[in-house]
Protein backbone atom coordinates (compact mmCIF):
# COMPACT_ATOMS: atom_id res chain seq x y z
CA UNK A 1 0.00 0.00 0.00
CA UNK A 2 1.55 3.47 -1.02
CA UNK A 3 1.25 6.84 -0.74
CA UNK A 4 -1.38 8.55 1.03
CA UNK A 5 -3.46 5.42 1.75
CA UNK A 6 -0.32 4.05 3.31
CA UNK A 7 0.29 7.18 5.25
CA UNK A 8 -3.36 6.87 5.68
CA UNK A 9 -3.58 3.29 7.00
CA UNK A 10 -0.51 3.43 8.82
CA UNK A 11 -1.71 6.31 10.85
CA UNK A 12 -5.04 4.43 12.13
CA UNK A 13 -3.23 0.92 13.10
CA UNK A 14 -0.90 3.78 15.62
CA UNK A 15 -4.07 5.01 16.96
CA UNK A 16 -5.17 1.39 17.58
CA UNK A 17 -2.31 0.51 19.72
CA UNK A 18 -2.67 3.71 21.50
CA UNK A 19 -6.11 2.95 22.24
CA UNK A 20 -5.13 -0.50 23.21
CA UNK A 21 -2.64 1.11 25.43
CA UNK A 22 -5.70 3.12 27.22
CA UNK A 23 -7.45 0.00 27.53
CA UNK A 24 -4.64 -1.79 29.41
CA UNK A 25 -3.89 1.39 31.42
CA UNK A 26 -7.44 1.00 32.95
CA UNK A 27 -7.46 -2.63 33.44
CA UNK A 28 -4.01 -3.43 34.62
CA UNK A 29 -2.83 -2.58 38.95
CA UNK A 30 0.66 -2.08 37.94
CA UNK A 31 0.25 0.54 35.18
CA UNK A 32 -1.99 2.72 36.99
CA UNK A 33 0.59 2.42 40.46
CA UNK A 34 3.49 3.18 38.17
CA UNK A 35 1.56 5.88 36.10
CA UNK A 36 2.70 4.67 32.91
CA UNK A 37 1.19 6.95 29.58
CA UNK A 38 -1.10 4.84 27.47
CA UNK A 39 1.20 5.61 24.79
CA UNK A 40 4.45 3.72 26.26
CA UNK A 41 2.19 1.17 26.57
CA UNK A 42 0.89 0.84 23.22
CA UNK A 43 4.51 1.65 21.95
CA UNK A 44 5.42 -1.65 22.96
CA UNK A 45 2.70 -3.35 21.86
CA UNK A 46 3.46 -2.28 18.60
CA UNK A 47 7.13 -2.90 19.06
CA UNK A 48 6.20 -6.63 20.11
CA UNK A 49 4.16 -6.52 16.69
CA UNK A 50 7.28 -5.60 14.71
CA UNK A 51 9.73 -7.63 12.82
CA UNK A 52 12.09 -8.33 15.43
CA UNK A 53 9.50 -10.06 17.44
CA UNK A 54 6.18 -11.25 16.26
CA UNK A 55 6.52 -9.79 12.57
CA UNK A 56 3.05 -9.34 11.75
CA UNK A 57 3.16 -5.66 10.73
CA UNK A 58 3.45 -4.82 6.79
CA UNK A 59 6.92 -3.32 6.22
CA UNK A 60 5.20 0.04 4.66
CA UNK A 61 3.41 0.66 8.17
CA UNK A 62 6.97 0.81 9.70
CA UNK A 63 8.38 2.85 7.09
CA UNK A 64 5.61 5.54 7.80
CA UNK A 65 5.79 5.05 11.62
CA UNK A 66 9.81 5.53 11.36
CA UNK A 67 8.90 8.98 9.32
CA UNK A 68 6.23 10.15 11.93
CA UNK A 69 8.23 11.32 15.03
CA UNK A 70 10.97 13.69 13.54
CA UNK A 71 7.76 15.34 11.80
CA UNK A 72 5.85 16.04 14.83
CA UNK A 73 8.33 17.18 16.89
CA UNK A 74 8.06 19.76 15.14
CA UNK A 75 4.56 20.67 16.05
CA UNK A 76 5.37 20.01 19.32
CA UNK A 77 8.47 22.35 19.71
CA UNK A 78 6.41 24.98 17.90
CA UNK A 79 3.45 25.34 20.02
CA UNK A 80 6.08 25.47 22.98
CA UNK A 81 5.75 29.34 23.54
CA UNK A 82 2.23 30.17 21.55
CA UNK A 83 -0.34 31.48 23.12
CA UNK A 84 1.48 32.85 26.07
CA UNK A 85 2.20 36.22 27.16
CA UNK A 86 5.55 37.02 27.63
CA UNK A 87 6.61 38.65 30.78
CA UNK A 88 9.96 41.09 31.26
CA UNK A 89 13.00 39.46 32.31
CA UNK A 90 12.97 41.25 35.51
CA UNK A 91 9.25 39.18 35.83
CA UNK A 92 11.00 36.14 34.56
CA UNK A 93 14.24 36.05 36.56
CA UNK A 94 12.55 36.66 40.31
CA UNK A 95 10.17 34.30 39.82
CA UNK A 96 11.96 31.40 37.40
CA UNK A 97 15.41 32.37 38.56
CA UNK A 98 15.97 29.90 40.88
CA UNK A 99 14.23 27.00 38.62
CA UNK A 100 16.26 28.27 35.66
CA UNK A 101 19.66 27.67 37.65
CA UNK A 102 18.95 24.34 39.17
CA UNK A 103 17.44 23.08 35.58
CA UNK A 104 20.54 24.40 33.89
CA UNK A 105 22.44 22.52 36.40
CA UNK A 106 20.69 19.48 36.11
CA UNK A 107 20.75 19.78 31.84
CA UNK A 108 24.36 20.27 31.28
CA UNK A 109 25.32 18.05 34.24
CA UNK A 110 23.50 14.97 32.39
CA UNK A 111 26.17 16.17 29.50
CA UNK A 112 28.39 16.23 31.91
CA UNK A 113 28.79 12.66 33.71
CA UNK A 114 27.69 11.08 30.29
CA UNK A 115 31.01 12.40 28.29
CA UNK A 116 32.76 11.53 32.08
CA UNK A 117 31.70 8.22 31.69
CA UNK A 118 32.49 7.87 28.13
CA UNK A 119 36.08 9.09 27.79
CA UNK A 120 36.82 6.90 31.15
CA UNK A 121 34.69 3.82 30.65
CA UNK A 122 32.62 3.71 27.19
CA UNK A 123 35.58 4.50 24.42
CA UNK A 124 38.42 2.87 26.18
CA UNK A 125 36.13 -0.92 26.45
CA UNK A 126 33.63 -0.72 23.99
CA UNK A 127 35.15 1.64 21.25
CA UNK A 128 31.96 3.50 20.82
CA UNK A 129 31.91 7.19 19.13
CA UNK A 130 32.43 10.56 21.48
CA UNK A 131 29.06 11.41 20.30
CA UNK A 132 27.92 8.31 22.14
CA UNK A 133 27.57 10.45 24.88
CA UNK A 134 25.00 13.02 23.83
CA UNK A 135 21.99 10.17 23.67
CA UNK A 136 21.58 10.93 27.49
CA UNK A 137 20.11 14.38 26.93
CA UNK A 138 18.88 14.25 23.87
CA UNK A 139 16.71 10.98 25.27
CA UNK A 140 15.97 12.51 28.51
CA UNK A 141 15.08 16.15 28.51
CA UNK A 142 14.81 15.43 24.99
CA UNK A 143 12.61 12.84 24.30
CA UNK A 144 11.39 11.07 21.22
CA UNK A 145 10.85 13.33 18.41
CA UNK A 146 14.33 15.40 19.93
CA UNK A 147 15.94 11.93 18.79
CA UNK A 148 14.03 11.57 15.80
CA UNK A 149 14.98 15.23 14.97
CA UNK A 150 18.53 14.09 15.09
CA UNK A 151 18.87 11.46 12.73
CA UNK A 152 20.25 13.61 9.79
CA UNK A 153 22.93 14.68 12.52
CA UNK A 154 23.67 11.35 13.76
CA UNK A 155 24.55 10.53 10.28
CA UNK A 156 26.67 13.33 9.32
CA UNK A 157 28.33 12.82 12.56
CA UNK A 158 29.33 9.19 11.27
CA UNK A 159 26.79 7.68 14.21
CA UNK A 160 23.46 6.65 12.14
CA UNK A 161 22.44 4.27 14.83
CA UNK A 162 22.42 7.30 17.31
CA UNK A 163 19.05 8.39 16.72
CA UNK A 164 17.32 4.61 17.29
CA UNK A 165 19.84 4.50 20.36
CA UNK A 166 18.66 7.73 21.35
CA UNK A 167 14.82 6.85 20.78
CA UNK A 168 15.81 4.04 23.43
CA UNK A 169 17.02 6.13 25.66
CA UNK A 170 13.65 8.67 25.50
CA UNK A 171 11.99 5.23 26.28
CA UNK A 172 13.99 4.69 29.63
CA UNK A 173 13.88 8.41 30.44
CA UNK A 174 9.93 8.37 30.31
CA UNK A 175 9.58 5.25 32.50
CA UNK A 176 12.23 6.42 35.03
CA UNK A 177 10.70 9.71 35.33
CA UNK A 178 7.19 7.79 36.03
CA UNK A 179 8.24 4.94 37.85
CA UNK A 180 11.13 7.15 39.80
CA UNK A 181 8.57 10.04 40.39
CA UNK A 182 6.26 8.11 41.65
CA UNK A 183 8.44 5.82 43.93
CA UNK A 184 9.98 9.04 45.52
CA UNK A 185 6.34 11.24 46.09
CA UNK A 186 4.98 8.27 47.97
CA UNK A 187 8.22 8.54 50.21
CA UNK A 188 7.59 12.53 50.17
CA UNK A 189 4.13 12.03 51.24
CA UNK A 190 5.08 9.91 54.45
CA UNK A 191 7.77 11.95 55.35
CA UNK A 192 5.92 15.33 54.97
CA UNK A 193 7.81 17.09 52.29
CA UNK A 194 4.85 17.44 50.05
CA UNK A 195 3.03 21.13 50.67
CA UNK A 196 -0.74 19.83 49.84
CA UNK A 197 -0.09 16.28 50.75
CA UNK A 198 0.03 13.90 53.43
CA UNK A 199 -0.59 9.98 53.83
CA UNK A 200 -4.22 10.60 54.67
CA UNK A 201 -5.33 12.86 50.88
CA UNK A 202 -2.59 10.58 48.82
CA UNK A 203 -2.89 10.36 44.88
CA UNK A 204 -6.33 9.93 43.99
CA UNK A 205 -7.92 7.09 42.85
CA UNK A 206 -9.08 8.57 39.30
CA UNK A 207 -5.98 9.63 38.31
CA UNK A 208 -4.66 6.70 38.53
CA UNK A 209 -6.69 4.71 36.17
CA UNK A 210 -6.73 8.12 34.03
CA UNK A 211 -10.44 8.25 34.09
CA UNK A 212 -11.66 11.55 34.81
CA UNK A 213 -15.24 11.38 37.35
CA UNK A 214 -17.77 14.17 35.54
CA UNK A 215 -17.39 16.60 39.02
CA UNK A 216 -13.88 16.69 37.97
CA UNK A 217 -14.25 17.29 34.71
CA UNK A 218 -13.46 20.51 33.27
CA UNK A 219 -13.30 22.05 30.02
CA UNK A 220 -9.54 22.06 28.14
CA UNK A 221 -9.91 24.60 25.42
CA UNK A 222 -12.28 27.80 24.05
CA UNK A 223 -13.39 28.98 21.08
CA UNK A 224 -11.51 32.21 20.24
CA UNK A 225 -12.56 32.63 16.80
CA UNK A 226 -16.28 31.19 15.09
CA UNK A 227 -16.83 28.09 14.09
CA UNK A 228 -18.77 29.64 10.96
CA UNK A 229 -15.90 30.96 9.13
CA UNK A 230 -12.91 28.61 10.51
CA UNK A 231 -12.97 25.50 13.31
CA UNK A 232 -11.00 26.96 15.98
CA UNK A 233 -9.28 23.95 16.38
CA UNK A 234 -8.20 23.88 12.69
CA UNK A 235 -7.10 27.97 13.33
CA UNK A 236 -4.88 26.81 15.64
CA UNK A 237 -3.12 24.49 13.34
CA UNK A 238 -2.59 26.60 11.03
CA UNK A 239 -0.77 29.30 13.57
CA UNK A 240 1.42 26.17 13.88
CA UNK A 241 2.16 25.59 10.25
CA UNK A 242 2.93 29.19 9.99
CA UNK A 243 5.41 28.99 12.90
CA UNK A 244 7.23 25.73 11.35
CA UNK A 245 7.30 27.55 8.27
CA UNK A 246 8.80 30.40 10.01
CA UNK A 247 11.55 27.72 11.26
CA UNK A 248 11.74 26.16 7.44
CA UNK A 249 13.00 29.60 6.32
CA UNK A 250 15.58 30.03 9.07
CA UNK A 251 16.57 26.57 8.23
CA UNK A 252 17.38 27.13 4.77
CA UNK A 253 19.50 30.41 6.12
CA UNK A 254 21.75 28.21 8.27
CA UNK A 255 22.57 25.53 5.98
CA UNK A 256 24.00 27.77 3.68
CA UNK A 257 26.64 28.98 6.15
CA UNK A 258 28.82 26.03 6.24
CA UNK A 259 28.45 21.83 5.15
CA UNK A 260 28.98 21.19 8.89
CA UNK A 261 25.72 22.64 9.74
CA UNK A 262 24.07 21.10 6.90
CA UNK A 263 22.38 18.23 9.01
CA UNK A 264 21.34 20.90 11.26
CA UNK A 265 17.31 19.78 12.45
CA UNK A 266 14.16 22.27 11.98
CA UNK A 267 12.83 21.08 15.34
CA UNK A 268 14.71 24.36 17.24
CA UNK A 269 13.93 26.40 14.82
CA UNK A 270 10.37 25.36 14.68
CA UNK A 271 10.41 26.56 18.53
CA UNK A 272 11.79 30.24 17.52
CA UNK A 273 9.25 29.94 14.17
CA UNK A 274 6.54 29.92 17.34
CA UNK A 275 8.29 32.53 19.49
CA UNK A 276 8.54 35.04 16.21
CA UNK A 277 5.13 34.56 15.82
CA UNK A 278 4.15 35.29 19.24
CA UNK A 279 6.12 37.79 19.36
CA UNK A 280 3.83 39.82 16.21
CA UNK A 281 1.11 38.38 17.32
CA UNK A 282 1.33 40.49 20.56
CA UNK A 283 2.20 43.55 18.30
CA UNK A 284 -0.41 43.46 15.88
CA UNK A 285 -2.87 42.57 19.04
CA UNK A 286 -4.25 39.47 16.99
CA UNK A 287 -2.90 36.91 20.36
CA UNK A 288 -6.24 37.60 22.00
CA UNK A 289 -7.68 34.91 19.80
CA UNK A 290 -4.74 32.18 20.49
CA UNK A 291 -6.22 30.11 23.32
CA UNK A 292 -3.30 28.37 25.06
CA UNK A 293 -5.03 25.31 26.14
CA UNK A 294 -5.91 24.52 22.11
CA UNK A 295 -2.45 24.91 21.38
CA UNK A 296 -1.33 22.17 24.39
CA UNK A 297 -4.34 20.00 22.96
CA UNK A 298 -2.21 20.11 19.61
CA UNK A 299 1.19 19.39 21.38
CA UNK A 300 -0.24 16.66 23.75
CA UNK A 301 -2.13 14.90 20.34
CA UNK A 302 1.48 14.69 18.65
CA UNK A 303 3.27 14.20 21.85
CA UNK A 304 1.16 11.08 22.33
CA UNK A 305 1.36 9.93 18.32
CA UNK A 306 5.16 10.73 18.47
CA UNK A 307 5.90 8.34 21.54
CA UNK A 308 3.63 5.56 20.34
CA UNK A 309 5.64 5.85 16.78
CA UNK A 310 8.87 6.14 18.14
CA UNK A 311 8.70 3.53 20.32
CA UNK A 312 7.07 1.06 17.80
CA UNK A 313 10.04 1.65 15.17
CA UNK A 314 13.34 1.44 17.50
CA UNK A 315 16.00 -0.68 16.25
CA UNK A 316 16.01 -3.78 18.65
CA UNK A 317 18.58 -5.12 16.88
CA UNK A 318 20.78 -1.64 17.59
CA UNK A 319 19.70 -1.76 20.98
CA UNK A 320 21.31 -5.24 21.91
CA UNK A 321 24.52 -4.66 19.65
CA UNK A 322 24.86 -1.93 22.07
CA UNK A 323 23.34 -3.03 25.12
CA UNK A 324 26.15 -3.04 27.72
CA UNK A 325 27.25 0.77 27.12
CA UNK A 326 23.86 2.00 26.90
CA UNK A 327 22.63 0.09 29.91
CA UNK A 328 25.99 1.76 31.62
CA UNK A 329 24.83 5.41 30.04
CA UNK A 330 21.95 5.46 31.37
CA UNK A 331 22.60 3.83 34.97
CA UNK A 332 24.84 7.31 35.13
CA UNK A 333 22.37 9.37 33.73
CA UNK A 334 19.48 8.19 36.45
CA UNK A 335 22.05 8.34 39.22
CA UNK A 336 23.09 11.92 38.26
CA UNK A 337 18.81 12.97 38.21
CA UNK A 338 18.33 11.26 41.53
CA UNK A 339 21.22 13.57 43.01
CA UNK A 340 19.67 16.46 41.63
CA UNK A 341 16.37 15.69 43.47
CA UNK A 342 17.41 14.51 46.49
CA UNK A 343 20.49 16.46 47.21
CA UNK A 344 20.24 19.52 45.35
CA UNK A 345 16.60 20.76 44.93
CA UNK A 346 16.52 20.54 49.45
CA UNK A 347 19.91 23.45 48.66
CA UNK A 348 19.12 24.65 45.63
CA UNK A 349 15.53 25.60 46.19
CA UNK A 350 14.38 28.07 48.94
CA UNK A 351 10.90 26.73 49.18
CA UNK A 352 8.30 24.13 47.53
CA UNK A 353 11.77 22.21 46.82
CA UNK A 354 9.80 18.92 46.57
CA UNK A 355 7.76 20.50 44.14
CA UNK A 356 9.95 22.60 41.99
CA UNK A 357 12.59 19.31 42.47
CA UNK A 358 10.15 16.85 41.60
CA UNK A 359 8.80 18.87 38.34
CA UNK A 360 12.52 19.26 36.86
CA UNK A 361 12.85 15.49 37.82
CA UNK A 362 10.50 14.79 35.67
CA UNK A 363 11.38 17.29 32.80
CA UNK A 364 14.92 16.48 32.49
CA UNK A 365 14.33 12.54 32.35
CA UNK A 366 11.17 12.65 30.39
CA UNK A 367 10.47 15.90 28.81
CA UNK A 368 8.32 18.95 29.35
CA UNK A 369 5.13 16.51 29.87
CA UNK A 370 6.25 14.20 32.25
CA UNK A 371 7.42 17.18 34.69
CA UNK A 372 3.61 18.36 34.36
CA UNK A 373 2.37 14.85 35.43
CA UNK A 374 4.60 14.62 38.44
CA UNK A 375 3.60 18.05 39.60
CA UNK A 376 -0.02 17.89 39.10
CA UNK A 377 -0.14 14.93 41.13
CA UNK A 378 1.91 16.59 44.24
CA UNK A 379 0.01 19.86 43.35
CA UNK A 380 -3.09 19.06 41.96
CA UNK A 381 -4.37 23.00 42.49
CA UNK A 382 -1.05 24.68 41.10
CA UNK A 383 -1.50 26.01 44.93
CA UNK A 384 1.86 26.92 45.14
CA UNK A 385 3.91 28.94 42.89
CA UNK A 386 5.65 25.56 40.79
CA UNK A 387 3.62 26.03 37.77
CA UNK A 388 4.54 29.57 37.09
CA UNK A 389 8.20 29.13 38.58
CA UNK A 390 8.90 26.01 35.70
CA UNK A 391 6.99 28.06 32.49
CA UNK A 392 9.03 30.66 33.40
CA UNK A 393 12.08 29.13 33.49
CA UNK A 394 10.86 26.86 30.31
CA UNK A 395 10.92 29.96 28.26
CA UNK A 396 14.43 30.59 29.12
CA UNK A 397 15.70 27.08 29.02
CA UNK A 398 13.61 25.23 26.30
CA UNK A 399 15.75 27.88 23.44
CA UNK A 400 19.43 26.28 25.03
CA UNK A 401 18.44 22.70 25.99
CA UNK A 402 15.70 20.08 26.23
CA UNK A 403 15.37 20.09 22.53
CA UNK A 404 17.04 23.85 22.11
CA UNK A 405 20.01 24.81 20.47
CA UNK A 406 22.61 23.39 22.41
CA UNK A 407 20.56 19.82 22.03
CA UNK A 408 21.09 20.22 18.25
CA UNK A 409 24.28 21.09 18.01
CA UNK A 410 26.00 18.86 21.26
CA UNK A 411 27.02 16.53 18.14
CA UNK A 412 29.12 18.96 16.70
CA UNK A 413 30.25 20.42 20.01
CA UNK A 414 31.41 17.09 21.08
CA UNK A 415 33.23 16.40 17.63
CA UNK A 416 35.13 20.09 17.18
CA UNK A 417 35.67 20.62 20.88
CA UNK A 418 36.91 16.86 21.28
CA UNK A 419 35.72 14.85 24.78
CA UNK A 420 37.57 16.59 27.09
CA UNK A 421 36.94 20.34 25.93
CA UNK A 422 32.99 19.17 26.29
CA UNK A 423 33.61 17.90 29.71
CA UNK A 424 35.01 21.49 30.46
CA UNK A 425 32.11 23.32 28.75
CA UNK A 426 29.34 21.53 30.64
CA UNK A 427 31.68 21.79 34.29
CA UNK A 428 31.98 25.30 33.12
CA UNK A 429 28.30 25.67 33.09
CA UNK A 430 27.26 23.75 36.20
CA UNK A 431 29.65 25.84 37.90
CA UNK A 432 28.49 29.20 36.59
CA UNK A 433 24.55 28.42 37.57
CA UNK A 434 25.44 27.09 40.99
CA UNK A 435 27.38 29.92 41.29
CA UNK A 436 24.48 32.53 40.34
CA UNK A 437 22.25 30.64 42.56
CA UNK A 438 24.42 31.11 45.28
CA UNK A 439 24.43 34.91 45.15
CA UNK A 440 21.04 35.13 44.54
CA UNK A 441 20.26 33.70 47.76
CA UNK A 442 18.58 30.96 46.64
CA UNK A 443 21.56 28.46 47.85
CA UNK A 444 21.77 27.12 51.37
CA UNK A 445 24.02 24.24 52.56
CA UNK A 446 21.86 22.92 55.29
CA UNK A 447 18.28 22.08 53.36
CA UNK A 448 14.91 21.97 55.35
CA UNK A 449 13.09 19.25 53.93
CA UNK A 450 9.75 19.45 55.56
CA UNK A 451 7.02 21.25 54.66
CA UNK A 452 6.23 24.42 56.65
CA UNK A 453 3.13 24.11 58.71
CA UNK A 454 -0.12 25.85 57.60
Request: proline share 5%; glycine share 10%; with cysteine.
Amino acid sequence: MDGLTGIFFSICILCIFLLAGKILRVKIKLFQRIFLPASIIGGFLALFCGPFIADILPPFILDTWREIPGILINFVFATLFLGLAVPGLKVLWSQGGSQLCFGMVAGAGQYFVALLVTVLVLIPFFDVSPVFATILEIGFAGGHGTAAGMRSVFEQMGFPEGADLAQMSATVGIIIAIVGGIFYINIAIRKGYCVNLDESKGIPEYKKRGLIPEKYRQSNSMATVASESIEPMAFHFAIVGLAILVGWLMLAGIRQIHPVVAGFPLFPLAMIGGMVIQVFSIKLKVDKYYDRNSFERILGFSLDILVVAAIASIRLDLFIANIWPFLILMATGISWLYFCLTVLAPRMFPYNWLERGITEYGMQSGVTAMGLLLLRLVDPNYKTDTAQAFGFKQMLYEPFLGGGLITATAPFIVINLGVWGSVGAAATIIVVFMLVSWLNGWTQIKPVKRRPRQ
